[in-house]
């Protein structure tokens, strides 16, 4: 009987399942908590940034319904070879129109948890065209609340497709695969208890270096290669987006050309900070573990085996923390939050927290 590591927590009943239902529960509460405080907390100095704040908690939301459904109903694994990885239930699916149901739902979780990465772009573009409205030359300086919401709404079909595609095509197993995983990956069976060459198993496999049935060298795969690529410069697209976004807002809060009043910059210069905090938990918990699952053993050709699980189910904590860091620093949100559960006074407070302006501020997308 084989041996359990330490992070077979990971993948084993019932702690996974526990896991899942817990950061689930966290991420309904403390999104929908985010969801009402907005809804019923006047703070004009916010403006337009509330309903990103709101579709940013329903994307947290939807993503963590996704966690809960791979995780506790399918029970997805994640197992990181030499080669790349593997990623598959531990149920076997049914075919509809030839294709593997389970192959179906990771394409929606694809959709639920890649859109994440998307809007907290847009949080950063939000609070760049905030900071830099009323000079500039930008194309988007006379657009309206219906450009910008055009905009992101093309932009999300666009990427979420681009993802989804590239996942289906590029990472989609074939015969020849299927055939080979008893040999490649015998522990898969031995851990999981899983027939990969099942075709009612749906699976994501990326193996960057092959295997040639013929001669037995190795290869790199022009495929698994085309396909990492091009989720890695989506993946990283959003991220430079952000530094960009950081490094522009810096410099345009402290320019002197920009004629902000003291209090208006001040308010901006602690939305951003709070912004960059909140930025560094899906760093921690989304960016830096998937980024280890999508490279680490087609770069370096060491198997961390089912670690991979304990990587997947880190990425579960980023949708059910975030919002309590949006609470936390914008002062009035916090008081909020004081004031519905009873809590001391002195914590609406406490810390480093965003406070209105004298006048209320408008920005592009508010016109």
């Known amino acids: 009987m084989i041996e359990h590591p330490i992070w077979s927590f990971a993948y084993t009943k019932p702690s996974h399942a526990i896991l899942m239902g817990t950061t689930t529960t966290v991420a309904f509460f403390s999104n929908s908590l985010l969801i009402y405080i907005v809804a019923t907390t006047k703070a004009d100095h916010i403006g337009a ?14 993503t963590s319904i996704g966690h809960l459904a791979f995780q506790w109903v399918h029970e997805y694994c994640c197992h990181m070879t030499s080669i790349g990885f593997y990623f598959f239930p531990k149920h076997l699916g049914s075919i509809v129109f030839g294709v593997s149901t389970s192959s179906i739902f990771c394409w929606m979780f694809i959709v639920t948890y890649y859109q994440v990465f998307l809007i907290l772009a847009f949080h950063f573009i939000y609070r760049y065209k905030t900071v ?23 932009a999300y079909v666009l990427y979420i497709g681009a993802f989804v595609s590239t996942v289906a095509i ?3 197993p074939d015969a020849q695969n299927r055939a080979d995983v008893p040999e490649i990956v015998p522990e898969i069976i031995e851990i999981y ?13 990326l193996g960057m270096r092959r295997v040639d049935p013929v001669t037995k060298e190795m290869y790199w795969s022009a495929q698994s290669t085309i396909a990492i690529s091009l989720c890695v410069l989506l993946f990283g697209g959003t991220g430079a987006v952000v530094v960009y976004c950081i490094v522009k807002t810096n410099a345009a809060i402290k320019s002197e ?21 909140q930025t560094t938990i899906p760093c921690l918990f989304s960016y830096t573990p998937l980024l280890v699952i999508l490279l680490w053993g087609g770069l370096t050709g ?5 670690f991979g699980n304990a990587l997947f189910v880190i990425t579960a904590i980023f949708p059910s923390v975030d919002s309590f860091f949006v ?8 008081a909020a939050v004081v004031k519905l559960f009873g809590l001391p006074a002195r914590w609406a407070k406490s810390g480093s927290s965003v406070e209105a302006p004298r006048a209320p501020t408008t920005t592009a997308f508010t016109k």
């Open 132 to 154: 830099t409205r009323g000079f500039g030359n930008s194309f988007t300086d006379n657009w309206k609340m219906k450009h910008w919401i055009l905009a992101a709404m093309i």
């Open 193 to 205: 208890g899983m027939d990969l060459t099942d075709e009612r198993t749906g699976y994501i496999y």
């Open 302 to 306: 060491i198997a961390l085996g089912s």
């Open 49 to 62: 940034y509330r309903y990103l704040l709101v579709f940013f908690a329903i994307c947290n939301i939807t």
């Open 327 to 334: 609470l936390f620093f914008i002062a009035k949100f916090r």
């Open 257 to 277: 050309t920009n004629l902000l009043t003291s209090t208006t910059r001040r308010m901006q210069r602690q939305l951003f900070k709070a912004l960059l905090v």
């Open 170 to 172: 590029g990472m989609a």
